[in-house]
């Protein structure tokens, strides 16, 4: 039986994941087969990335207590796959003032949070010094809470104004409170992609040069990449070859994050002819291939449970991936874009999520230092969510559970072999 499903695996696909689990590097000719793997090509890839992934990082899966804060939607950068920007007579635009960030700050922490993650539009009548007055203005009432923040878009536009070299304007935002970088506005690192996706973002070569100089005053960022749209499979193990080449150089990704593209509400998919986002398939492939191509210079490769979901992410964690992301606490960009995945998973959520896959959750920093390990769940700590109301449906006489609270469960039936 077993030699019938180990000879199902086509010859290519069989040649690529014996280097990978060899410790061979993949060439980006490699990643495009394994990107196209179906049916028992895929499963083998499933498995074999599974394997990596413990031979790298072992079994925890980690994830991050921590908030989103978007600072304003103000923005006319104009990217079609982005449904979160507003131009600023538009309704629903804001721009928050230092109390309410500050009070989601609070909010983040009085629920357990270690992270606020920061971001917003381009707002024009910004400047770079509005982003070092956020960092200011957070740490002055939480100095222990870790600001992740400026994506290199956001680094890009407030380099220019303030007329500093790069490195020292970085430098200037770390002695601020900047703890770390998204990796994000990085899309696909291919030029002729990006005039399509959103021609006046900065192009390849500039996020690449922002990376690498925030890594070399040690400031550590994330990778991504977005896919599911107009994108070729070259392009992303183009873009995967990128991202490998900074970090054997550098070392400061902390992590990968694959990121599906989110098709409902955007100028992308309704007028551009882009696809509807990333299949079940290329979701899976995508973790996969990230793990063996990136191995093993980039250890942590993170799902995005707002894009996947939870089950899918599940799947995910079970086929390369490592770590679970954030609490999140509130999203706004991809919910803006149609994602119906919700905005909070709660801590204890995930160690459910997590325990239910037969893995140890571990709390950890933004940096993958380790925080607190769950071995126990007799011993896990109470919520510190607020209390949600749940209405419940169906007949109302049974809604007030006036008429359920004698009627005793069964105990479950031990399963013998």
């Known amino acids: 039986m077993l030699e019938r499903l180990s000879s199902a695996v086509s010859p290519a696909v069989a040649r690529v994941l014996d280097d990978a689990l060899s410790g061979r ?6 990643a495009v087969t394994l990107l196209g793997a179906e049916g028992p090509d895929l499963h083998a890839l499933l498995q074999a990335a599974d394997l990596a992934r413990k031979e790298d990082v072992g079994d925890d899966i980690t994830y991050v207590v921590c908030r989103n804060v978007n600072f304003t939607n103000v923005c006319y950068v104009g990217c079609s796959f982005c449904g979160f920007a507003r131009h600023a007579d538009e309704g629903g635009a804001f721009d928050r003032s230092d109390e309410e960030l500050l009070a989601k700050c609070k909010d983040a922490v009085t629920r357990g949070a270690t992270e606020v993650c920061i971001q917003g539009g381009i707002h024009p009548q910004k400047d770079h010094t509005h982003y070092r007055d956020i960092l200011e203005t957070i740490k002055a009432v939480h100095p222990d809470l870790h600001i992740h923040a400026y994506s290199p878009e956001e680094i890009d536009f407030g380099h220019k104004k303030s007329g500093m070299a ?10 601020a409170g ?8 990085a899309e696909i690192l291919d030029d002729d992609v990006r005039k399509v996706l959103s021609p006046n973002k900065l192009m390849s070569a500039r996020w690449e040069e922002i990376i690498r100089t925030a890594h070399s005053i040690g400031l550590r960022s994330t990778a991504t990449l977005m896919y599911g749209h107009i994108e070729k499979p070259e392009h992303i193990a183009n873009h995967l070859g990128i991202l490998r080449n900074i970090q054997r150089d550098t070392g400061g990704f902390t992590e990968f994050v694959p990121l599906g593209f989110i098709h409902e509400k955007n100028t992308l998919y309704h007028h551009m002819g882009a696809r509807a986002g990333a299949t079940m398939n290329e979701d899976l492939r995508m973790i996969a291939v990230s793990r063996l191509f990136l191995r093993p210079w980039i250890k942590n490769i993170q799902v995005s449970w707002v894009k996947m979901g939870i089950k899918l992410g599940q799947m995910a964690l079970c086929g390369g991936a490592n770590d679970f992301g954030g609490t999140l606490m509130e999203e706004s960009i991809s919910r803006e874009s149609g994602s119906d995945h919700g905005e909070n998973t709660p801590a204890e959520d ?18 993958y230092e380790v925080l607190r390990r769950f071995e126990d769940p007799a011993e896990d700590p109470p919520s510190l969510e607020p209390d949600r109301q749940v209405e419940l449906a ?8 006036s008429r359920v609270r004698d009627i005793a469960l069964p105990k479950p039936r031990l399963n013998t072999y």
Do not use: C, N
């Open 25 to 30: 590097e993949l060439s980006t000719h490699d």
């Open 166 to 175: 790069l490195a020292d304007y970085l430098q200037w935002l770390v002695d």
């Open 178 to 185: 900047l703890g770390t970088m998204p990796g994000t506005a």
């Open 350 to 367: 995930f160690r459910k999520y997590i325990r239910e896959i037969g893995r140890m959750p571990v709390e950890r920093s933004t940096t």
């Open 394 to 401: 169906g007949p109302e006489r049974w809604r007030d559970g």
